[in-house]
């Protein structure tokens, strides 16, 4: 069998790595014109970091990032709402939670592939399906054939646009700053602190040891266009007062290095695969950064999908596998994410209140709760 993935991204490279692991035939089409240092920091839970181990890139992503032992939420003004300890979920499932700049994450598993498999500056611009195969046709003119093709292009997926073109996405009602700064002083190594305001967040982890990652959000409507000195100007005005080191961060953030996107995602939608054609990571199941699981969802669905595929005796029983035991943990991800960034962005003084409060009475068993649904979870036992 041969794969033809769309999408040279986390999931588009863990699917290429799991396909080999199978002993299936891929290779990896992607539309920018050559690797770079692309996007900011990212968390990788357990569920996710067990995937990456079984395809050998486990050890090498603990050595490029910060292994993460503490959890911190806080109000704008520094009072704690929340403290949970990492390093105990980590003694349960036996992997850690990882920290990681994204570009560290991309070069890992772009240098676990064999030569070839993956090749740069080709946008695909169409998919034409035959009775056994399917063929992609790039901008620069060429073509390619395989048995199976995965759409792993994102969240505003090409595959996805011409299989479904009905989908669209849904935008959350916040907007999204991330940069990450050279810094020795700004993050206690190994936590992880979240800042809630009024229709505004502020977060904070060290990806290594020499750099701190940070992202903000803010109620606005989608589509604002700004000059990245416009943008700091903004993110100052928002979180001047906020508690340290929020405005030291920032300042310290060069205006042009400051990443800026709304944040949408996509209502659970059926099927994600039609003929010799599926989808996966945020071109099926896209969703909202509150729980820190979407570059995790996409790579446990790598990894369901190549398993699927070895392990059935034809393509349409792999992709309907594939679907069945992705729907239903992924749907959850998405809702459950939606939901607290909805509590999070709370924007009217006297519910704010109520939600910190509410926040500091639930007990502890809850949010350890939720934290081993999402994180405990283990695709490779399947």
Not at 12 to 33: F, H, K, N, W
Not at 202 to 231: C, H, K, L, M
Not at 266 to 294: C, K, Y
Not at 310 to 318: F, I, K, N, T, Y
Request: glycine share 8%; aromatic share 8%; with cysteine.
């Amino acid at each position: 069998m041969k794969v033809i993935i769309i999408g040279g991204g986390i999931g588009g490279l863990c699917t290429a790595l799991a396909m080999r692991t199978q002993g299936i035939d891929a290779v990896i089409y992607e539309r920018a014109p050559e690797p770079g240092d692309v996007g900011a920091g990212l968390m990788l839970w357990p569920n996710a970091m067990k995937v990456l181990s079984a395809l050998g890139a486990g050890a090498a992503v603990i050595a490029a990032g910060a292994r993460l032992i503490h959890s911190r939420l806080c109000t704008a003004n520094g009072k704690t709402l929340y403290e949970g300890r990492l390093d105990e979920l980590e003694t349960r499932v036996g992997t850690p939670v990882v920290a990681i700049h994204r570009a560290a994450l991309h070069r890992i598993l772009a240098e676990a592939l064999e030569t070839g498999m993956l090749r740069f500056a080709m946008p695909c611009v169409n998919v034409v399906q035959h009775a056994d195969s399917v063929t992609v046709q790039f901008a620069n003119g060429a073509s390619d054939s395989a048995d199976l093709l995965v759409g792993a292009d994102g969240i505003r997926s090409a595959v996805r646009r011409q299989m479904f073109p009905h989908i669209q996405l849904r935008y959350s009602g916040y907007t999204a700053w991330r940069g990450v700064v050279e810094t020795t002083d700004e993050a206690a190594l190994g936590v992880t602190t979240e800042i809630w305001g009024m229709g505004a967040r502020f977060g904070i982890v060290r990806v290594d040891r020499s750099r701190v990652y940070w992202f903000a959000t803010y109620n606005q409507p989608a589509g604002e266009i700004s000059s990245p000195e416009e943008r700091k100007a903004k993110l100052l005005s928002i979180f001047r007062t906020w508690c340290a080191p929020v405005p030291h961060l920032l300042e310290a953030t060069p205006a042009a290095a400051i990443l800026h996107n709304d944040i949408y995602d996509i209502r659970s939608f059926a099927p994600w695969s039609r003929e010799q054609v599926t989808l996966l990571g945020d071109a099926a199941h896209p969703t909202t950064p509150n729980m820190g699981q979407g570059a995790c969802m996409a790579i446990e669905s790598a990894y369901v999908l190549a398993r699927a595929l070895a392990q059935e005796p034809g393509l349409p029983s792999a992709l309907h596998r594939y679907e069945a035991e992705r729907r239903a943990r992924t749907r959850w991800v998405t809702n459950t994410s939606w939901s607290i960034g909805r509590g999070a962005q709370i924007d009217h003084p006297a519910l704010c209140l109520l939600r910190n409060w509410l926040v500091r009475s639930l007990p502890a068993s809850m949010f350890q709760s939720l934290l081993w649904r999402a994180a405990g979870y283990d695709v490779t036992a399947s």
